[in-house]
């Protein structure tokens, strides 16, 4: 599949989409399709489906195997099987390789049908019934032309199949906790915000959470006023913005530019704490101002960058 549309620009607080399907059978006997979007930072390649390898030891029935790819050996997730649902077999199948957290992965779809561009705005936050007959991997909802498509939680799912990839502190490192900082923390991830706030406080900091970048933006603009009517700088409030990068409303790219456009808010220092911070997209964190960008699960460098950069910003 050709991505020549892939947006350049960072900031503009849209993201496109691979839209694909998935082809299942109702327990009635009928035929449904389900269609589904995965955000274009995440997807390396489009390909038919490879021969596959078992594994001896899969952590889960929807673990078909492994494929080499390149001299890179991927592991391959049947998404219907994953999601509860009874793929219709016997036909062309389409495996989207997605590189985030640092781990590159392959998942089985039924098809692929095109890229999508959108504003985060256009995205509305699943309801509890979706969440529940998707087995809560679904992060978002938005209507395209006549259909409706579910934007996949592939983290929560590599998560799950990877309990020893998730956030964790070093219990090791001492965190020096007699100096409190106050580190506003925007995560539309329930799981990871919470999870989050708790291992940052352990590192000794004082924890504000959201779940959008709007809401995010609303806070600052409360401290700003705040700070005003004391004749201080935001710094005497806030020390510090930890932002993830996908969230509907407002995303973390676009929160980062308001922040380092505003002249008020500007020497505030942000990081970037998310699945999509690698080499191959670290230029976006660059062309919005970010301070930092720490991929996930990261936390204990997290927690040692965000003291560091305070401490400068400081001085």
């Known amino acids: 599949m050709s991505q020549t549309g892939i947006l350049l620009e960072s900031g503009t607080n849209e993201l496109e989409i691979v839209e694909f399907f998935l082809n299942e059978n109702l327990p ?12 274009v930072s995440k997807v390396l390649s489009i390909i038919n489906r490879p021969e596959v390898t078992e594994l001896p030891n899969a952590p889960h029935p929807c673990v078909l195997g492994a494929f080499n790819q390149r001299s890179r050996i991927i592991p391959l ?9 009874q793929r219709i077999k016997g036909q062309d199948t389409k495996v989207i390789i997605t ?21 985060w705005e256009e995205i509305e936050a699943p309801d509890s019934y979706t969440d529940k007959y998707s087995s809560n991997s679904i992060t978002g909802v938005v209507k395209i032309e006549d259909r409706i498509v579910f934007l996949i939680d592939l983290e929560k799912i590599i998560a799950e199949l990877n309990p020893g990839a998730g956030l964790k502190l070093d219990e090791e490192l001492d965190w020096g906790t007699e100096k409190k900082y106050t580190a506003l923390v925007a995560d539309d991830s329930t799981l990871i915000r919470n999870m989050l706030g708790d291992l940052l406080e352990k590192a000794g900091f004082n924890v504000l959470k959201v779940k959008n970048g709007k809401e995010a933006w609303d806070e600052l603009e409360r401290f700003k006023t705040v700070a005003g009517e004391k004749g201080e ?12 990068i996908e969230m509907p409303m407002v995303d973390g790219l676009n929160l980062t ?9 500007k020497s505030l220092p942000v990081i970037l704490f998310s699945s999509l911070i690698s080499e191959r997209l670290r230029h976006k964190g660059e062309s919005v101002g970010a301070d930092d960008q720490i991929s996930k699960p990261e936390v204990s460098l997290l927690a040692q960058k965000a003291k560091s950069l305070i401490e400068e910003s400081l001085t």
Do not use: C
């Not at 590189?99 to 504003?119: A, C, D, P």
């Not at 700088?233 to 993830?244: M, N, Y």
């Open 99 to 119: 590189e985030f957290n640092r781990l590159i992965n392959g998942f089985l779809v039924s098809g692929v049908t095109r890229i999508h561009r959108l504003s």
């Open 233 to 244: 700088s935001i710094s005497s409030i806030l020390q510090i913005v930890i932002s993830d």
């Open 257 to 265: 530019k308001r922040i380092k456009t505003d002249p008020e808010l």
């Open 28 to 39: 009635d006997g009928k035929e449904y399709k389900g269609y589904y979007g995965v955000n």
């Open 77 to 85: 997730v049947d998404l219907a099987l994953w999601m509860g649902k």
